[in-house]
Structures are given as C-alpha cells and as structure tokens.
C-alpha cells in the first residue's frame, strides 16, 4: 500500500496525542495498515490563534507548490463558538487557496478534554483507577473540562506533568466510540467525516 501522509494544524499536544491515536484506530478498522500512515504535525502548540496562522500560512504557500497532504487535519476547539462558526472559520482559511486534498475538522465542543473525559470507564480504566471519574454537564466555561480532568487525575494519584495529554493516546484506544458519537455531535461530525476521508483508501481485506 502507498504511503498516505496526513498534515495537523493543531492547538496543543492534548489534541496531538488523542487525535494521531484515534486517527490510527479508525485507519485498523478500515483495513489501512498503521504503517502506512505518516504523521506530519505542523503546529502543535500556541492555542488556536497560532494554529490558525499557520494554517493561513500553510494554504497562501501551497499556491506556489505542487505538494499537498494525502488528508489534512484542523483541529481547534470551538471554545465559545459553536461547531458550525468555528468551522465556518476554517473553511474560509481553507478556501482561499485551491487546495487539492482532503480536509477534515476536529473541533470539539467546547474543549478537546471533554473529549478525554466523556468515556468515564474508559478514563478510569487508563488511569487504573478506583473512581469514577466526574464528567460536568455541557457548559461553555473556561477551564471546566481541564479542572475536572486534573482532578480526575488527581483522585487517581497521577502526577501528570503535561496536564492529562500524555494519557491522550491511551484514552482515543479505549473510548466507546458509538457512546460519544451518541453524547456529542462535535465528536461524531469529525469521526464520520474521518471514516468517510479515510475510504479510499481502504484495503481489501485479502490485501
């Protein structure tokens, strides 16, 4: 099988590693060999003001350039935008080029750590821990979802130096993905949109 390479514009390393790990699950279920895939992260840091620049950066230049990536993904939470402003914002980004590849967003709503946290099994049994953790109804607040992530870390007895993202990874492998598809459109927009970008390049499963 070809090499497929996908390019990130991502706020932080929260969305690096739970995006890149749940991208890797969905190419398995898709019959696309984990190998095939290569991660190409662009910007990862600086929130979503500098993953935004770089964007525009990134799609100004490509008019100049025969390379674009095999998929590429956006992800910025929507914070107090909903998902279809947010999104609005990046088409626009988007469209001012003649990009020629594929394109999806992960935006979730309001933040990437209600993502890590809606699973609330699936965080507990991560962090090998004997609480469950507590998952706060929807709210646009700043810092809800963070806080109760530190503090399901903290009742875990984790010492986690990069706030919970290092556990990103580990958490995209064990969340159910129908349940959070069922509790959050913002979730099942990205993973429906990313099953549907990934389809070509499915293999056949005698290959």
Not at 2 to 9: D, N, P, S, T
Not at 89 to 116: C, M, T
Request: glycine content about 6%; proline content about 4%; overall charge negative.
């Amino acid at each position: 099988m070809a090499e497929i390479v996908l390019g990130y514009f991502l706020e932080d390393i929260a969305h690096a590693e739970f995006l890149q790990a749940l991208i890797k699950r969905i190419a398995t279920e898709q019959n696309i060999p984990r190998i095939a895939l290569r991660h190409e992260l662009r910007n990862v840091t600086g929130g979503a003001g500098t993953a935004l620049s770089e964007l525009r950066a990134f799609v100004r230049d490509i008019q100049s350039q025969a390379y674009a990536f095999d998929l590429l993904v956006v992800a910025i939470d929507s914070n107090c935008y909903n998902y279809v402003e947010r999104r609005n914002q990046i088409q626009h980004i988007i469209g001012q080029s003649r990009y020629p590849g594929s394109v999806i967003f992960a935006i979730p709503d309001p933040h990437i750590e209600r993502w890590y946290l809606e699973d609330a099994r699936a965080l507990q049994q991560v962090l090998q821990s004997d609480v469950l953790p507590q998952v706060p109804a929807y709210k646009c607040e700043r810092d809800l979802y963070k806080q109760a992530l530190r503090q399901a870390l903290q009742e875990a007895g984790v010492i986690a130096l990069l706030g919970g993202a290092e556990y990103g990874g580990d958490i995209a492998k064990a969340i159910d993905l129908y349940k959070l598809g069922k509790v959050d459109t913002a979730f099942k927009h990205f993973i429906d949109s990313l099953r549907e970008a990934l389809r070509p390049f499915k293999s056949s499963p005698e290959n």
